[in-house]
């Protein structure tokens, strides 16, 4: 594999920022969504369940709608592409045998020569301690995705503003998840930059490193 | 800046994998390791807070009692650089004024200029909805950094392995966490994957672009 410089993924760490003003002119060309929208699928999550879905708001009324719950954040309606990460409210025995399905699909496998997986499971996010809080269990895979996402997009030059500042129950009516059996927890709007937009130049503010990191 | 290619993104996300098995005599070299350690230091998070810390845990009698508390998976100690993810427990108004200090000092602005900053963090983080659940909103924001450094993992050709099978209650024990305001939320192996580990070759399973990704 051909890979990429300390340099070049320093400089996109520091190149990015929370962008506040997005050019609304400006469009994410075709090849460089399908990068990012594949580091969403690709993104890994815990035993590979992928107990999330990425919702792309590009309809305007929709965007219009979700505007007065996301605390006015105009990048919202401005950015390019509006990514709504959806998590699970629940895991249930039917989400396990679908994953066992797709292993044993995409592998060449027998479901009954990962019985040991599906019970792995079963007896983890389902019945056992991660079932308990499954919603938030699956969150935190959304954020893995978020995480992802926001480095992959630094990495290709694509401007990005992580928005928890938004209301989960107003987002789901309006993206008709009721009843779906997911939950808005998080959102990232893309694009590129306005040319106005003061944050862009503004020193980046980080703890020490010796204050954040330890070696122990 | 000197972007990084969407061939060479979308390679670095097929060539990543939970890697099962570590050599232990390869270690990551100090400047590739500084590249990996600044990606944490540098993941976005909510208002900038940062409510979290990254312990390198390279100390090989802390790592082998960590072990039988990670489902005695081999990697925590065969791994170059074992880094565990730990979350403030909960959000204190002394966590803003940590944060509005940095701010004025790195930005040479006052704290006064930026006291409706601090007021919108206290109505949310430490007494409005946010503060609530701090933990589980600080742990979010740690799944952020595991994923900002796993792609930069992938990105420099370092393997890694995340670890969510841990009991964080007895991590917390061995590292000394308890009274200190955070706990274990997860960690993350990294290093050089071993010869002989088979699901290095294994086919990536994951569900259908349509099926995680929708245009709405």
Known sequence: MNHITTRQVLAAQSWRYATKVF?????????????????????????????YRFLIVQDAAKRTALLPHSWGQNQVVDCSHYVVFIARTEMKEADVDKLISRISQVRGITPDSIKFYKDMMMKDVVNGPRGKTAHEW?????????????????????????????????????????GSGYKTVVACAAGYRADGDKYATAAKVRYETKDLVQVV
């Open 23 to 51: 050019d609304a002119t400006k469009k994410i060309p075709a090849d460089v969504w399908h990068a990012l929208e594949q580091s969403l699928v690709l993104t890994p999550t815990s035993y590979g369940l992928m107990p």
């Open 138 to 178: 699956a969150a935190r895979q959304a954020y893995i995705a978020l995480g992802n996402f926001m480095t992959c997009c630094a990495a290709l030059g694509v401007d990005a503003c992580p928005m928890e500042g938004l209301v989960p129950t107003e987002y789901d009516k309006i993206l008709g998840l009721e």
